[in-house]
C-alpha cells in the first residue's frame, strides 16, 4: 500500500477533513497501521502495538463524527511513549525484570486523550529506565533513525520521534529530564515541547512497579510531540491542567496569550555555542542562517547579553541536581561507590562529570542550597525576559550519531569537529530550560550535508508556553518545518 495523502497530515489538517467527511478515522488508523507494518521492521519504533482497540476507538470517532460531536482530538491516530501507563498494555521502562508488568489503569495524560477522541495505536520504544538518547533495550530492541537507520533517533522518546518522522500518525507523547522531548525532536526532524514545570500532571508516567500516585518528580514533565508547531499547542491542550487528586496544586490552562502574533515583533537573544559543551559548525550555521533570516522578517535579534545566566555555573547545577533526583533510585552499591568516589574528589574538581558525581551522593542540606540557587537562577531569567521574549539556542552539539550501546556512559565519547568530547556533558544544553523549569519548544530547521536533521530550542518564560509555540507556528508558516525522510516518503 502507497503513501496516501493523509501520510504526512497535520492533526490540524486531519481534524479538518474529518470535520468535511473528507475522512473517516478508520481510514487514518489503517493508513498509519498500514505505515506500521510496511516500515516498522526497520525502524522498530512501536514496540507495543494496539491496533484491534485502536480500530474500535477509531469506529467510535467515527459515529460521533456523524452525530456532529466535536473534540480537540476526534478520529486522530497517535502513539504513546512506553513509559506512559495504559491499562492491559506493558509499562517496562525498558526494564527487563518489569516486562510482564500491565498497569489496570490509565495514566491520567491517556484519559484525556482518549476523553478528547485521540486513537491510541501503540507504545513507542525507550533506552533502559528512560535514561540515554538512544532508544535500545533488552526487551524491545533497537529504535532506529529513519533518516539513517545506523543512527540514534535521540531518547528518551526516541521511539515517538522515529514513529512521527515514518508517518504513523501526526502526534505522540513524550517525557523529558534530559532533553527526552527535544532531543529526538531534533535527531528526527520533528516538533517537541517541553511544557513549563508542573504545567502537564505526571500521574501515571511512572516506573514500574510502583503506583500511579501524584508525585513531586524534580525538574521531569512530559509533552506532546508532533510534525507541526501547530500541533504541540493541540496536544498540550489536551493533557495540560491541574490533577483533580492534587486540588490547589499545578496550573489551570488559563497561560497567558502569546506575547506577539507577528514575526516582527519578537525580541530574541541567539546564542549558539559554548565553551562549557561546543557545537559543531552544522549546528552553528543552521542557528546563524536561521538568526538571519529572523533579521530580514524584522526580528530584533541579539547574539550575546549580560542577562543570560552564567552557562558553566548552571550547567554545574543542574548536573548535581539531575543526578540528585535520579541517584536517589540507584542500587545501593552504585550509590555507595558514588559516596567513595565523591571523598577522593578534590575540591578544585569542577567538571561537569565530577558534578554529576557530586549530585549522586548529595545530601539534603546541599540540595537544599543549591534548590537556594536555582530560585536565585529563575530570577534572573525573569529579568532577561524583561529585554527579550525567548532565547533561541541549541539542543545537541551535534546531529544524530551512530549507534553506542557501550555501558559506561561517562566513557563514552562524541565527537565534535573532529574532537572527542565526553558523552553525558552533552546534558548541558537540554538543561538550560530543564534546570529552571521553562517551557522550551523543539523545531527542525534544516539538515547536515549528508541529510541529517538538525534544529534548535525556542525557552521562553515562565507558564508563557504559548510565546516559544507561537514563535515556532510563525518560524514554519514563514521558513518551513517537517520533510519526510527519503526511505520513508513512500
Given at each position: 500500500m502507497a503513501k496516501s495523502q493523509w501520510s504526512f497530515k497535520t492533526a490540524v489538517e486531519l481534524s479538518a477533513a474529518l470535520a468535511a467527511k473528507k475522512v473517516s478515522a478508520v481510514e487514518l488508523a489503517e493508513d498509519a497501521i498500514g505505515r506500521i507494518e510496511?516500515?516498522?521492521?526497520?525502524?522498530?519504533?512501536?514496540?507495543?502495538?494496539?491496533?484491534?482497540?485502536g480500530l474500535a476507538a477509531a469506529r467510535a470517532a467515527d459515529?460521533?463524527?456523524?452525530?456532529?460531536?466535536r473534540k480537540l482530538l476526534l478520529g486522530i491516530p497517535l502513539t504513546v511513549k512506553e513509559s506512559y501507563n495504559i491499562a492491559g498494555l506493558p509499562t517496562t521502562w525498558g526494564i527487563p525484570?518489569?516486562?510482564d508488568f500491565r498497569p489496570v489503569e490509565d495514566a491520567l495524560s491517556i484519559s484525556r486523550v482518549k476523553d478528547a477522541g485521540g486513537v491510541i495505536l501503540g507504545k513507542t520504544n525507550v533506552p533502559l529506565g528512560l535514561g540515554d538518547w538512544q532508544s535500545y533495550n533488552d526487551i524491545y530492541g533497537t529504535t532506529n533513525n529513519p533518516f539513517d537507520l545506523g543512527r540514534t533517533p535521540g531518547g528518551s522518546s526516541g521511539g515517538s520521534s522515529a514513529a512521527l518522522a515514518a508517518g504513523y500518525g501526526p502526534l505522540s507523547l513524550g517525557s523529558d529530564i534530559g532533553g527526552s522531548l527535544r532531543v529526538p525532536a531534533f535527531h528526527c526532524g520533528v516538533y517537541a515541547h517541553k511544557p513549563t514545570f508542573a504545567l502537564v500532571p505526571g500521574r501515571g508516567h511512572t516506573p514500574p512497579p510502583f503506583q500511579p500516585l501524584p508525585l513531586d518528580r524534580d525538574l521531569a514533565v512530559i509533552g506532546p510531540m508532533a510534525r507541526s508547531a501547530a500541533d504541540l499547542s493541540l496536544l498540550l491542550d489536551t493533557i495540560a491542567g491541574p490533577d483533580p487528586l492534587e486540588a490547589g496544586k499545578g496550573y489551570t490552562l488559563a497561560l497567558p496569550a502569546p506575547r506577539h502574533t507577528a514575526l516582527k515583533d519578537f525580541r530574541v537573544l541567539v546564542v549558539d555555542t559554548d565553551p562549557v559543551m561546543p557545537t559543531d559548525e552544522v549546528v552553528r550555521g543552521t542557528i546563524h542562517k536561521l538568526a538571519a533570516d529572523l533579521e530580514k522578517a524584522g526580528v530584533k535579534v541579539d547574539r550575546q547579553s549580560p542577562l543570560l545566566?552564567?552557562?558553566?555555573?548552571t550547567s554545574r547545577l543542574y548536573m548535581r541536581m539531575l543526578m540528585s533526583f535520579l541517584g536517589a533510585s540507584f542500587p545501593p552499591e552504585v550509590y555507595a561507590g558514588a559516596q567513595a568516589a565523591v571523598a577522593a574528589l578534590p575540591a578544585s574538581a569542577t567538571s561537569l562529570a565530577a558534578e554529576r558525581l557530586r549530585g549522586i551522593a548529595q545530601s539534603h542540606r546541599n540540595w537544599l542550597m543549591d534548590d537556594g540557587a536555582r530560585a536565585r537562577?529563575?530570577?534572573?531569567?525573569?529579568?532577561l525576559f524583561k529585554t527579550y521574549d525567548v532565547v533561541?539556542?541549541?539542543?545537541?552539539?551535534t546531529p544524530a550519531y551512530p549507534h553506542d550501546h557501550s555501558d559506561d556512559q561517562e566513557k563514552r565519547r562524541i565527537k565534535?569537529?573532529?574532537k572527542d568530547h565526553v558523552y553525558p556533558d552533552m546534558l548541558s544544553w537540554p538543561g538550560i530550560a530543564t534546570l529552571p523549569g521553562l517551557p522550551s519548544t523543539a523545531i527542525p530547521t534544516g539538515f547536515s550535508p549528508g541529510g541529517l536533521p538538525i534544529g534548535v530550542q525556542i525557552v521562553g518564560p515562565w507558564l508563557e508556553d504559548r510565546t516559544p509555540l507561537k514563535l515556532a507556528e510563525l518560524i514554519e508558516r514563514e521558513f518551513g518545518g517537517f520533510k519526510p525522510p527519503p526511505m520513508f516518503d513512500d
Open positions: 510496511r516500515h516498522d521492521p526497520k525502524i522498530n519504533a512501536i514496540c507495543v502495538r494496539d491496533f484491534e482497540r459515529a460521533e463524527l456523524a452525530r456532529g460531536v525484570a518489569q516486562k545566566p552564567n552557562f558553566a555555573e537562577l529563575r530570577a534572573q531569567w525573569r529579568e533561541i539556542c541549541p539542543i545537541m552539539p565534535i569537529d573532529g
